[in-house]
């Protein structure tokens, strides 16, 4: 079992950055692939990126690629999304997940467990 709590979120300007951070709960978090959605009103929740359970790879949706990094710390079992540049579409609740080994990380029906959210939102 893993519970996961985000933070972070809040109100940026177009252009500014946030760093987004998911503390779980649970001896297994180091076993987990993590990841980071995010859903805007009314529209689908979508991947955004994912970290291996060693942090040895990463991936990114085609719209954050090179403007977000997403990194773990197995020590203090924590997530981090680091987000560059942001956009006002990029307003949305951001999530973060947990999925386990030999899961396809950007698929959202991979996740076994997520958190509750945190609001981000990016004013033009």
């Known amino acids: 079992q893993v519970q996961l709590v985000e933070s972070g979120g809040g109100l940026v300007q177009a252009g500014g950055s946030l760093r987004l951070s998911c503390a779980a709960s649970g001896r297994t978090f180091s076993i987990y692939a993590m990841g980071w959605f995010r859903q805007a009103p009314g529209k689908e929740r979508e991947f955004v990126a994912a970290?291996?359970?060693?942090?040895?790879?990463?991936y990114y949706s085609d719209s954050v690629k090179g403007r977000f990094t997403i990194s773990r710390d197995n020590a203090k079992n924590t997530v981090y999304l680091q987000m560059n540049s942001l956009k006002p579409e990029e307003t949305a609740v951001y999530y973060c997940a947990a999925a386990p080994p030999g899961a396809t990380m950007s698929r959202r029906p991979e996740y076994d467990y997520w958190g509750q959210g945190t609001q981000v939102t990016v004013s033009s």
């Open positions: 970290i291996s359970w060693s942090g040895g790879s990463t």
